[in-house]
Nanobody, 114 residues
Framework: QVQLVESGGGLVQPGGSLRLSCVAS????????MDWYRQAPGKERELVAA???????NYADSVKGRFTISRDNAKNTVYLQMNSLKAEDTAVYYC????????WGQGTQVTVSS
């Protein structure tokens, strides 16, 4: 079965950095596009970044130039490097894959606050 396990969240000051990781299992990781979503309190879940099986990337306008998505197919892992963090980046971040259905990890909390 598909499993996605995120890690790397935490509390960081504005302007700081975090790197999120998501380890995937239960499917052939290298042939699937992978996504990072986030959901802030009282808001809908939104797509933050996506990386195709071939390594092409896309970002939400709100994070362009600050976040970088990458993948390591040998480790079945997708990363989200987040720099210049802002208070409005505070959310639960989810790793996701669409394989006949949309699958989600358990999420990791990112809090940006001084």
């Amino acid at each position: 079965q598909v499993q996605l396990v995120e890690s790397g969240g935490g509390l960081v000051q504005p302007g700081g950095s975090l790197r999120l990781s998501c380890v995937a299992s239960g499917f052939i990781f290298s042939i699937y596009d992978m996504d990072w979503y986030r959901q802030a309190p009282g808001k809908e879940r939104e797509l933050v970044a996506a990386i195709s099986s071939g390594g092409n990337t896309n970002y939400a306008d709100s994070v362009k130039g600050r976040f970088t998505i990458s993948r390591d197919n040998a480790k079945n892992t997708v990363y989200l490097q987040m720099n210049s963090l802002k208070a409005e980046d505070t959310a639960v971040y989810y790793c996701s894959v669409f394989r006949y259905a949309r699958y989600w990890g358990q999420g990791t909390q990112v809090t940006v606050s001084s």
